[in-house]
Nanobody, 124 residues
Framework: QVQLVESGGGLVQAGGSLRLSCTTS????????MGWFRQAPGKEREFVGAIIWSNSGTYYADSVKGRFTISRDNAKNTVYLQMDSLKPEDTAVYYCAAQFSRLNIRDYRSYDYWGQGTQVTVSS
């Protein structure tokens, strides 16, 4: 089992920044990727970005590219999502997830474990 705990959400004005954290514990050996997703009310869960565990390669959705950055701290077993230049349309519950397969990292259905989510609200 793998446990994921997100933190760092909140309310911010448009143009501001937030940093989300995802701390992992349990049997994380064999993780292929850690992903960030978001879900707004009435919408499907949406890929935000992911980091490949073996080489720290990162991938982003076009909607956040250049504004969001994923990084990791191995010593703290934590993955971060730095969000800059936030827009009202970034408002959603943000989830981190762990993938053990090598399937499509952009597809939320390919992930095996999920955090509880953290709310991000961007006011205009």
């Amino acid at each position: 089992q793998v446990q994921l705990v997100e933190s760092g959400g909140g309310l911010v004005q448009a143009g501001g920044s937030l940093r989300l954290s995802c701390t992992t514990s349990g049997r994380t050996f064999g993780t292929n990727a850690m992903g960030w997703f978001r879900q707004a009310p009435g919408k499907e869960r949406e890929f935000v970005g992911a980091i490949i565990w073996s080489n720290s390669g990162t991938y982003y959705a076009d909607s956040v590219k250049g504004r969001f950055t994923i990084s990791r701290d191995n010593a703290k077993n934590t993955v971060y999502l730095q969000m800059d230049s936030l827009k009202p349309e970034d408002t959603a519950v943000y989830y981190c997830a762990a993938q053990f397969s090598r399937l499509n990292i952009r597809d939320y259905r390919s992930y095996d474990y999920w955090g509880q989510g953290t709310q991000v609200t961007v006011s205009s």
